[in-house]
Nanobody
Framework: QVQLVESGGGLVQAGGSLRLSCVASGRSFSMYAMGWFRQAPGKEREFVATINWSGGSTYYADSVKGRFTISRDNAKNTVYLQMNSLKPEDTAVYYC??????????????WGQGTQVTVSS
């Protein structure tokens, strides 16, 4: 079992930055692939970024590539999403997810509660 708690969301102007954090509790965090997903009002949940258990491989949605960076600190049981050059289109609830060893584009078996990111024009 993995419990995920997200934080760092908020209101920011277009072009600004936010750093999201997801703190995990449970066993063998370092063996979980992690990902960030988001869901805007009236839209389906979509993939944002994933990172493998070692942190050596990352994947990004085309819409965020070059602007967002996913990273992890296994010593702190934490995964981060650094979001730069934010756009109003990035407005969504952002969710952290975990998968045992690997994670799919649809996410893993464990999810955080979500944190709201709102980007104003």
């Amino acid at each position: 079992q993995v419990q995920l708690v997200e934080s760092g969301g908020g209101l920011v102007q277009a072009g600004g930055s936010l750093r999201l954090s997801c703190v995990a509790s449970g066993r063998s965090f370092s063996m979980y692939a992690m990902g960030w997903f988001r869901q805007a009002p009236g839209k389906e949940r979509e993939f944002v970024a994933t990172i493998n258990w070692s942190g050596g491989s990352t994947y990004y949605a085309d819409s965020v590539k070059g602007r967002f960076t996913i990273s992890r600190d296994n010593a702190k049981n934490t995964v981060y999403l650094q979001m730069n050059s934010l756009k109003p289109e990035d407005t969504a609830v952002y969710y952290c997810s975990a998968g045992r060893f690997t994670i799919a584009a649809t996410g893993g078996n464990y999810w955080g509660q979500g944190t709201q990111v709102t980007v104003s024009s």
